[in-house]
């Protein structure tokens, strides 16, 4: 093949501009080419490291003096005529007294160039002889490799090509939110190729984020789906994908063969991998999503993979690109693209290593949920909290398989009980779901199902459903009179409070509170005790017993710091900072809240949350501030969306209370105004909305301190920029607004978010709706 610059070979580099989401990649490429002479991009088939390669060698080109000259090698079937097939490339004639390696070593000394050598994952022995050699015989040589597995030569820098970002599931966007995701932007740019009436509306966004999650952000995968939406529309394409290796058979007829169709692509791949690599990963199809280390030995580490050979089929499986090494919070996790799982399930299907797999891994989850709920009030909390988010669909597939075995009814029903704190910070669906599916299968009167009831009744009541709730603990009820068990009664007796707080009835949520507070004290069960006593010391708030809320809740903080656990703590200073609130003590309630918050922030909850952050509101517009209350109102509505619930669902005193809070910041800002402001809190992300909520210095504060003023340190571009970020407009809607580029527009977001120290368009936008107005 000949020299980039020219386009005189049969292969043309995409341009440029039909690249997505790959800027960091390109920039770390000729960042490592100032200080190393190989780099290696690998990655799973299909990711775009050939697409990738061609546009460095583009920007690359003029840096050398002889250019960039690109290798195909995907049709190669040996290592050993890797020098011949590179050496007709470069347009050098066969010579019969000099073999080709040795004609290539006296051609590259002293000349300025880049090699590209494509695909060179199945001919690896050659490649890596013929590098090492090249790179020795000049010092000006640089050499660009693409393989699903690095060439390990001394010196070599590898940079891995990942798939595409798409859009984060279970969460709302607009259709300009929707392009700034890599993958969407490719699958909307390919389907216009072939369909010029193309076009994302608002009643396809989510099916759009669906499917290109659904095809793992891969490139190849996207341009073969675009490829359908000729003839399809995105719905139905949705629906179809599930045969996505039936459906996605109408590759590029330019490309390499492997390249054709998804099928082709991954058999290739698996083609590529000794038995003991092809035999794990057919045993990984039992998972799904990113399982760590221990979760691969224990379902899949079973004759013949076992110990040092498991780990070592493991490491293979990482350095062809098949499993995506993921460090998550400090955690090794390892991704098989859904596509790749896929063709491991159709291949395993039936078979009685797969059913092994599947069986170990049933027991595995079941096992370590159950162990994780005995020991939730401890030390370990965070971290298990976490894990149950890292690990949820592969809980969830553990649960369908206990549901598919009638003799294992109870551990199913055991194991939805299990994740009942995950459902009540804030995933009340799932839970609801769970319980209902697992009490279903079975209606004997079990400690299991006594247990299933009291959590289903706690996520029913905390939906705001009070009857159905009533219904669960009356049957759970039952079941503790039936089987005589003190435990199962007084978690009964501790969500009977709650149901009674629910409906209005302090005096009974009282009595049923503190009978559940006796009947965990003579068992010393750390869990009742410290979800019954925040319950019970705001109880006594309302009733103005501001005593017995200090000393409710002070046990409460007492016995969570002993344990070493935050969960029941974070609740314990909710309540005292409500109530503290209530007695007007605000610098004693903002403190408190502040403490509680922080500790919600690691522990992920959402219900959580949204309390005590409506609570600071309240102090907020207390101590003089009904903007920073509107704007808090707004975060509230925000997580009250996206967890399904509202305040109504914690009864008439709280939700009163709470509700007046709205109605004062309204009265003190003018509905105009107050609307903006709570728009502001509404639009934040996850982490904005913490920032806002515990109180970091704002603008003003800066300025009075001497401070530069923020908007000062942006040029005037950058200010239409950041005035356009305010409008919620993507960078695309920015680029043609101000008939921009979008790369020139992602540079002026960067610099802004620099410059101003924020971590988010969004924070950006917020910053710039309040500071800029009337700047322009």
Request: glycine share 8%.
């Amino acid at each position: 093949m000949a020299r980039m610059s020219r386009h005189a070979a049969t292969f043309r580099p995409p341009a440029p501009a039909d690249l997505f989401g790959r800027e960091r990649e390109l920039a770390a490429a000729r960042d490592l080419f100032s200080s190393s002479r190989l780099v290696t991009l690998t990655g799973p088939g299909g990711v775009g490291k050939t697409s990738l390669a061609a546009a460095m060698s583009n920007s690359l080109d003029r840096a050398f003096r002889e250019g960039a000259w690109f290798v195909e090698l995907g049709a190669q079937r040996s290592s050993d005529t890797i020098a011949e097939t590179v050496a007709k490339a470069l347009g050098l004639s066969a010579q019969p007294t000099v073999d080709a390696e040795e004609q290539l070593r006296r051609h590259v000394a002293g000349r300025s160039m880049l090699l590209v050598l494509d695909n060179c994952e199945h001919v690896l022995p050659g490649c890596r002889r013929l590098v090492s050699s090249l790179l020795t015989a000049s010092s000006e040589l640089r050499v660009l490799t693409t393989s699903r597995e690095p060439l390990r030569i001394r010196g070599e820098r590898v940079i891995t090509v990942r798939p595409l970002s798409v859009p984060p599931k279970h969460r709302e966007v607009t259709v300009g939110e929707l392009r700034d995701y890599p993958a969407v932007a490719m699958l909307e740019a390919r389907a216009k190729a072939v369909n010029d009436q193309f076009e994302i509306t608002e009643r396809e966004t989510s099916a759009v984020a669906e499917l290109v999650a659904r095809l793992d952000g891969m490139p190849l995968a996207i341009e073969l789906a675009a490829a359908r939406l000729r003839s399809l529309p995105v719905n139905e394409l949705l629906d179809r994908i599930n045969d996505r290796f039936e459906l996605l058979n109408r590759g590029d007829p330019t490309a390499t063969p492997h390249h054709h169709s998804l099928d082709a692509l991954v058999r290739w791949s698996y083609d590529l991998c000794s038995p003991d690599e092809q035999l794990l990963w057919a045993r990984l199809a039992a998972f799904s999503g990113s399982p760590d280390l221990s979760g691969i030995q224990a379902v899949c580490g079973f004759e013949p993979l076992e110990g040092t050979k498991l780990l070592d089929a493991l490491d293979g499986l990482v350095s062809k690109s098949i499993l995506l090494p993921e460090l998550t919070r400090g955690e090794m996790r390892y991704r098989l693209l859904e596509t790749l799982r896929e063709f491991a399930v159709e291949r395993a299907r039936g078979s009685e290593d797969h059913a092994h797999a599947r069986s170990a891994h049933v027991e595995y989850y079941r096992a370590w949920a159950t162990q994780t709920a005995r020991s939730f009030f401890g030390p370990g909390q965070v971290d298990s909290i976490q894990r149950l988010e890292s690990d949820f669909t592969n809980l969830e597939l553990a649960f369908s398989g206990l549901l598919q075995d009638p003799g294992r009814s109870r551990d199913a029903l055991e194991l939805a009980s299990s994740l009942r704190f995950y459902w009540i910070s804030g995933h009340l669906r799932d839970g609801r779901r769970w319980l209902e599916k697992a009490l279903a299968t079975d209606a004997t009167e079990s400690l299991e199902r006594g247990n299933a009831l009291w959590a289903a009744a706690s996520v029913a009541a905390l939906h705001g459903e009070l009857p159905i709730a009533q219904g669960f603990l009356r049957r759970a009820g039952e079941i503790a009179r039936s089987v005589n068990d003190p435990r199962l009664a007084a978690h009964i007796a501790t969500w009977t409070g709650q149901t009674a707080l629910t409906s209005g009835d302090l005096e009974a949520a009282r009595e049923a509170l503190e009978a559940a507070y006796k009947g965990h004290t003579d068992l010393s069960d750390a869990e009742g005790l410290l979800m019954t006593l925040f319950m019970l010391g705001f109880v006594r708030s309302a009733l103005g017993d501001h005593q017995g809320v200090s000393d409710a809740c002070r046990e409460a903080i007492s016995l969570s710091e002993s344990l070493g656990e935050t969960w029941g703590r974070s609740y314990a200073l909710w309540a005292l900072a409500f109530d503290a609130w209530t007695r007007q003590a605000l610098d004693i309630a903002g403190e408190l809240a502040k403490q509680s918050l922080e500790l919600k922030r690691d522990s992920r909850d959402g219900l959580g949350t949204a309390l005590v952050i409506n609570l600071m509101a309240g102090i907020a517009l207390d101590n003089r501030d009904p903007k920073k209350a509107a704007k808090l109102l707004g975060v509230v509505a925000a997580l009250w969306t996206l967890l399904d619930t509202e305040t109504r669902a914690f009864g008439p005193v709280l939700a009163s209370r709470y509700e007046a809070i709205t109605r004062a910041a309204q009265d003190r800002l003018g509905e105009d105004a107050f609307q903006r402001f709570y728009e502001i809190g509404r639009r934040l992300e996850p982490g904005p909305q913490m920032h806002l909520a515990l109180g970091c210095a704002d603008t003003a504060e800066r300025e009075q301190a001497g401070a530069v003023p923020p908007s000062d340190l942006l040029t005037r571009r950058e200010r239409e920029v950041a005035s356009l970020l305010a409008e919620g407009l993507s960078n695309r809607a920015i680029a043609a607004k101000l008939v921009l580029s979008p790369r020139t527009v992602e540079v002026h977001v960067e610099h802004i978010l620099g410059k101003l120290g924020f971590r988010s368009r969004t924070e950006a936008g917020v910053w710039a709706a309040q500071a800029l107005q009337g700047k322009e």
